[in-house]
C-alpha cells in the first residue's frame, strides 16, 4: 500500500497524492490530458450534431409513416361506415319508405365525401 508525504496510508489503487494547493501551478489545466485540442472537440461537436440531424430526420420520417398508416386506417373505417349506412338506407326504404332512407343515404353520402376528402390530403396538411 502507498504512502503520502506525511506518512499516512492511502487508499486502496491510489499511487500518490497530488498536491494542488501547495502548487497552484499544476491547477493551470494546461496538460495535455486536462483539456482537448481544438480540433478534436470541435469534430466531437461536428460528429454530434450529423448523429442529432439524423435522428431527427429518423423520427420524423417515422413519425410521418405511422401518420400515413393512421389517416388509411381512419378513411377505410369511414368508408366501411358508408357502406353500412347506405346498406342500412335500403333497409329502411323497404321498412319505413324511401322519404327515410333517403335520409340515412343522405347522410351516407356525407361520410363517404368526408372519407374521400381524408385520404386526398396529405398528412402534413391534416
Known amino acids: 500500500m502507498a504512502r503520502n508525504t506525511t506518512g499516512e496510508q492511502l487508499p486502496e489503487g491510489t499511487d500518490s497524492v497530488i498536491d494542488t494547493i501547495d502548487n497552484p501551478a499544476s491547477m493551470s489545466g494546461t496538460g495535455p ?3 482537448p485540442e481544438p480540433s478534436r472537440t470541435s469534430k466531437v461537436k461536428d460528429k454530434i ?3 442529432a440531424s439524423s435522428l431527427k430526420g429518423q423520427a ?3 413519425a ?3 401518420a ?3 389517416k388509411a386506417k381512419a378513411s377505410g373505417a369511414l368508408s ?3 357502406a353500412a349506412m347506405d346498406s342500412a338506407a335500403n333497409d329502411v326504404d323497404a321498412r319505413f319508405g324511401e322519404q327515410y332512407g333517403e335520409y340515412a343515404r343522405v347522410a351516407a353520402g356525407a361520410v363517404s365525401s368526408f372519407a374521400s376528402k381524408l385520404e386526398a390530403k396529405d398528412v402534413d396538411e391534416i
Do not use: F, L
Open 33 to 35: 490530458a486536462d483539456e
Open 68 to 70: 400515413n398508416q393512421g
Open 49 to 51: 450534431k450529423t448523429e
Open 64 to 66: 410521418r409513416d405511422y
Open 80 to 82: 366501411e361506415v358508408s
Open 60 to 62: 420524423t420520417e417515422k
